[in-house]
């Protein structure tokens, strides 16, 4: 989930602030520019290989190949928008409750320190490009440079936008301030160079837990305080070179798979555009409405149904809580309200194509084709145990003045979302029956949607294309970064031998699978709650899903478990970041769903203990 500046950002000022500020309004315009063509290049390149394999039996080698290349650019320049924007990820919890003054000097704090990594990795971002200069692509037969270019490129660019963003939030002393303290800090860590080298796996607790951890409490993005925790540990307690940290974010943000995740965000926005969201809704009301507590059945099921479509929790939070609060506020408090979308956000966490399967699978190996089959049912016991609260909470509510709709205004509005309802099954079929792969069939949606968008229901607007492309890019860059940098942190952590420790100490429980899956659940709880699920999987996945293969756990079946412990953790306040995201789009305070959420909060952990000790759950659809 983003994170919005706290901070009131205010124009440029002194003699030169307005020609600055038209130089930072021209970059940041032709880098919108770039990012949106990047979007619908990619999107028209994996359709376009869809097609001509599928249709004319004549598959394009180079696409892949081509959509690597740009997809690298995109997640840079997507991190540069997210940047610009003050949209990646982040915890505010604790800087939310001091003084103005105090979070002036912790906003200017967070800048400097992220400006700082990037001023550290641009060296060796550089020289990652040169050398790729030598390596000729297979297809294209171009130098990869075209490629490695893209990372350099990027980092400058945020750094570039960082010194705006210091002009704006801050005042020029507390700039000075900040910027003393953290020299300060550096001098005093790399003196120390000597004695960390001899604490061994006590740098990790230092590095990993005191500096990245302090950077997310401070309100760094998580993406910078990962960063942030690799390069100091790299640095001052090893003999490594920064460079590593450059290779493996390459890695991390080249692999094809995860190119899904800009496509599904965009596919998202056009769901809602389209109004086939809207369509979904009035049916499912149509049918619920007319009972106790009926819209809020209509909620758990439409965050089900939008989930298989989008790959967003923000997104399909913002395309269901419009269209269903207004009329549900009428009869249910507010707090109740967002306790469940919460609730229903990480019920959902499981369905695909979610951002989440898309990741575990990239980075654990687990096929990506079988997580997508078995997290439906899951997502499914956990609705129906969320729906037997709804019940429980609203067999008092009186409904005499909800009229029921005659048969025939159901069958109308059944035609109508028809075409909606369809779209999540024409997505999992295409993957299933492998008309496309997992990164290919998005485009086979947003085709879908933008014929029926156009034919059906006629509320294609296209003025909002653009802004909605730079909206996927800016989207799909911060959670890139995370990955890239999520995956420098947990190399660093596996060289350390701390994937070894962890290894050890799960093997080493006597209570076999069924602990090691209770443990599993309290520790992902746990960790989507600090960390969020995409890099909480990108740190822990790689480390306990050999654990799980070794005590013989189906690697589907222990995928939906941590997906969902993951999701309550994320979902739960305090700390978790979803839930006041939830607030936010339904414009409730977040004190007035503290206490309804409780509820859902048990119901969910009945549900995933039931899918952890049940595991045909996860994998009796599987063949």
């Not at 654990?364 to 016991?381: D, N, W, Y």
């Not at 859902?600 to 659809?621: C, D, E, K, Q, R």
Request: proline share 5%.
């Amino acid at each position: 989930m983003s994170s919005p500046s706290l901070m009131k950002e205010a124009p440029l000022q002194g003699p030169f602030g307005k020609y600055a500020s038209y130089l930072e309004t021209i970059v940041a315009t032709i880098v919108e520019w770039v990012a949106a063509c990047l979007v619908l290049a990619c999107i028209g390149i994996l359709f376009s290989g869809v097609v001509g394999r599928y249709i004319f039996n004549s598959p394009l080698v180079w696409s892949d190949e081509l959509a690597s290349i740009l997809f690298l650019w995109l997640a840079m320049i997507g991190s540069v928008i997210a940047l610009k924007r003050g949209e990646h990820m982040r915890m505010t919890a604790c800087i939310s409750k001091l003084s103005d003054q105090r979070k002036m000097y912790f906003e200017t704090l967070g800048v400097l320190a992220y400006f700082f990594y990037l001023a550290i990795i641009i060296r060796p971002a550089y020289h990652f490009a040169l050398d790729e200069l030598i390596v000729t692509t297979p297809s294209l037969e171009i130098s990869n440079l075209w490629r490695a270019a893209a990372l350099p490129t990027g980092v400058m660019l945020m750094m570039f936008f960082c010194l705006f963003r210091l002009a704006r939030i801050a005042t020029l002393k507390v700039v000075i301030n900040s910027v003393l303290l953290l020299l300060a800090v550096f001098a005093a860590l790399y003196f120390s160079s000597s004695a960390f080298t001899s604490l061994g796996k006590y740098n990790l607790l230092i590095f990993f837990v005191g500096v990245a951890g302090f950077s997310i409490l401070a309100g760094v993005p998580i993406a910078f305080a990962f960063g942030l925790g690799t390069v100091a540990y790299l640095g001052l307690s090893t003999q490594m070179p920064i460079s590593v940290v450059i290779g493996r974010m390459d890695e991390a943000m080249s692999h094809m798979v995860l190119l899904a995740v800009p496509l599904f965000v965009f596919l998202g926005l056009l769901m809602e555009m389209t109004g086939m969201a809207r369509a979904m809704i009035a049916f499912l009301a149509s049918l619920l409405g007319h009972v106790r507590g009926g819209l809020s059945y209509v909620l758990v099921g439409a965050m089900y149904l939008v989930s298989g479509i989008s790959g967003s929790k923000a997104a399909d939070m913002a395309a269901i809580a419009p269209a269903l609060f207004p009329e549900m506020k009428k009869t249910t408090p507010p707090g109740e309200l967002v306790a469940l979308l919460a609730a229903t956000g990480a019920q959902t966490e499981t369905i695909p194509p979610s951002l989440v399967l898309i990741t575990i699978g990239s980075v654990t190996g687990v096929s990506i084709a079988a997580l997508f089959t078995g997290g439906m049912l899951p997502a499914l016991i956990l609705a129906l145990i969320l729906c037997i609260l709804v019940w429980w909470r609203n067999r008092h509510v009186q409904i005499a003045q909800v009229a029921r709709p005659k048969p025939i205004e159901v069958m109308k509005l059944c035609l109508v979302a028809l075409p909606a309802l369809a779209l999540p099954f024409v997505i999992r079929a295409a993957v299933v029956e492998g008309v496309a792969t997992a990164t290919e069939v998005s485009t086979i949606g947003i085709v879908y949607g933008l014929i029926c968008g156009v034919i059906i229901y006629r509320q294609f607007d296209i003025k909002r294309i653009v802004p909605m492309l730079i909206d996927t890019a800016s989207l799909s860059g911060a959670i890139l970064l995370i990955i890239g940098a999520a995956t420098g942190m947990a190399w660093g952590l596996t060289q350390s031998g701390f994937s070894q420790v962890v290894a050890q100490i799960m093997t080493d429980l006597n209570g076999g699978p069924n602990l090691f899956l209770l443990i599993s659940i309290i520790v992902f709880v746990v960790l989507g709650s600090v960390l969020e699920g995409i890099p909480a999987i990108v740190l822990f996945g790689p480390l306990l899903f050999p654990v799980a293969r070794q005590l013989g756990i189906n690697e589907v079946h222990y995928s939906m478990v941590v997906i969902l412990s993951m999701g309550i953790g994320l979902f739960a306040p305090p700390l978790g970041v979803g839930y006041y995201a939830a607030c936010a789009i339904g414009k409730v305070n977040p004190d007035e769903g503290v206490k309804p959420i409780i509820g859902y909060l048990v119901a969910l952990v009945i549900g995933t203990l039931i899918v952890a000790f049940v595991p045909w759950i996860s994998t009796g659809f599987l063949s």
